[in-house]
């Protein structure tokens, strides 16, 4: 999401390469086009505007190190400043000690807030061992307590409601009464989590800021959380400021972050009314809620991918995966015995961790990798049909897939045969990597990889590096002159 702020940092940031030292001028320079990143990623105006005065403080008549080039100390001072502009952060919960810890959820209508309420109660069971009951709350949407109900059901977590549906489907019963009933429900049940699902509407000016109010002094929550839709942008900031001046908010959840938003209220939202984002939804599985890092952001926001980030993922997936299972692989591997079809697993490894794209945005280099327009995701599912076009004997054996074989697998999986021989050619080299990577540490693994991307061997598909070529001539100055310039005017 965060590729436009990405591109123009870049592009802004080269202008100052190779200068002797920072002066006003060209440190203004550069920092004019961070601030049209950061306004066409729909960034708040003031914020924009109050960030680059605060780099260019920083930054002008500041020593120059002989040894760094004084765009690498306008970089750390950028990545500095994004990380004060969306933290400090606490992810702890105000757990009560004697009742039931309250959680209450607002937002607009179709910022995600009863998925939200589901995952919340997801990572509070799982993360911090506790037992939430879900409330559903918004009685105004029709099927709004159906869909608590089937999360719940989902992940085995009571629901608590109250009422029947009238003929239009609305539920005759007081938002009010149902969440200060829950909590007395709780605690007979001893239940020790309570999330409040409350209503909303499309417009800040149509929200039921009064009824908000009241459930807030009846059921009287340790936490109140805003869910924000991340592709509204400046939309969210204002909605945030608005519901912070009514309920005094502890935080905001940013839904939507794994779709096409540019990024700007996740850099506008802390600036603008102090509140913290806390938690950031990537995705509609359940358990796609996760902490808000501001280093972490800002190191994807500055292209320098997010490692911890894989790693979580990586250790997540292998908890799902049964030892037996691991050393299988693992036993694979060493013997040099990888075939296509552990390397169509891969792939669904991949799919756990947030896909291909998610992943290489997250490598270190690897966004500048993916050209623009062009979805990974696409390269993924074709070589997949390529797998599931081939026989049992082929996929075990790549090597007796000769020229009639291609065909019949590119009839089968909608691609051409070329591309069919160029996937086995990549498939080869894949094999004589996975096997260098056996007996390397995962950190030793990343490094392997990022290196890798940086060469373009990540774009699934991708044409292979032709082999140079004599030609029998070798080439005058002029000539190697006029190649030249004809290679920058095709950059």
């Keep these: 999401m965060f590729e436009g702020i990405q591109r123009g940092l870049t592009e802004a940031l080269k202008k100052l390469r190779g200068r002797g030292r920072l002066t006003e001028a060209n440190v203004r320079d550069g920092l004019r086009e961070v601030r049209r990143a950061l306004l066409e990623a729909d960034v708040n105006f003031t914020v924009a505007n109050t960030f680059i005065e605060r780099v260019t403080e920083k930054s002008v008549g500041q020593e120059v190190l002989r040894t760094i080039d004084p765009s690498e100390q306008i970089v750390r001072i950028v990545y500095d400043e994004l990380v004060a502009l969306m933290g400090p952060v606490d992810h702890r919960f105000h757990f009560a000690k004697d009742r039931p810890t309250v959680i209450m959820l607002c937002g607009l209508q179709g910022s995600g807030k009863t998925t939200t309420a589901g995952k919340l109660a997801l990572l509070l069971r799982e993360k911090h061992g506790r037992k939430p009951m879900l409330v559903a709350a918004d009685l105004q949407r029709p099927a709004a307590v159906e869909q608590i109900k089937v999360l719940g059901g989902q992940l085995n977590i009571p629901v608590y409601t109250e009422g029947t549906a009238g003929p239009d489907g609305v539920i005759k019963a007081s938002p009010v009464d149902v969440c200060r009933n829950a909590v007395t429900h709780a605690r007979g049940h001893l239940l020790d989590t309570v999330i409040l699902d409350t209503a909303g509407r499309l417009h800040i000016a149509e929200m039921p800021m009064e009824e908000l109010r009241q459930i807030d002094r009846q059921a009287k929550p340790d936490d109140v959380f805003l869910v924000c839709d991340a592709m509204t942008g400046q939309d969210a900031v204002n909605s945030s400021k608005a519901f912070n001046e009514a309920l005094d908010l502890n935080g905001v959840i940013l839904t939507k972050l794994d779709g096409d938003a540019r990024g700007g209220a996740a850099l506008s939202i802390k600036e603008v009314t102090q509140v913290p984002i806390k938690y950031i939804g990537v995705g509609e599985k359940l358990e796609k809620l996760e902490e808000f890092h501001p280093e972490r952001m800002a190191q994807r926001i500055m292209g320098q991918g997010d490692i911890m980030g894989i790693v979580e993922k990586v250790a997540r997936v292998q908890q799902e995966l049964s030892q037996e299972e691991i050393q299988k692989q693992q036993d694979k591997l060493a013997k040099g015995d990888f075939t296509i ?139 190697r002159a006029e190649e030249r310039k004809k290679k920058k005017k095709r950059k």
Excluded: C, Y
């Design 341 to 479: 079809e552990d390397f169509r697993k891969q792939f669904e490894m991949m799919a756990k961790m947030g896909g291909m794209k998610e992943l290489m945005s997250q490598m270190p280099g690897m966004s500048e990798m993916i050209p623009e327009g062009e979805d990974p995701e696409e390269s993924v599912k074709r070589i997949q049909g390529m797998i599931d076009s081939m026989t049992k004997e082929e996929k075990r054996n790549p090597d007796i897939i000769d020229i009639p074989r291609r065909r019949r697998i590119a009839d089968g999986s909608g691609t051409e045969p070329h591309e069919v021989k160029q996937f086995i050619n990549q498939f080869a080299q894949v094999r004589t990597l996975m096997r260098q990577m056996a007996s390397m540490s995962l950190w030793q693994r990343i490094k392997m990889v990022t290196g890798l991307g940086k060469a373009g061997m990540f774009q699934p598909g991708a044409m292979l590096p032709k082999a140079k070529i004599g030609t029998g001539h070798r080439k005058t100055p002029k000539e």
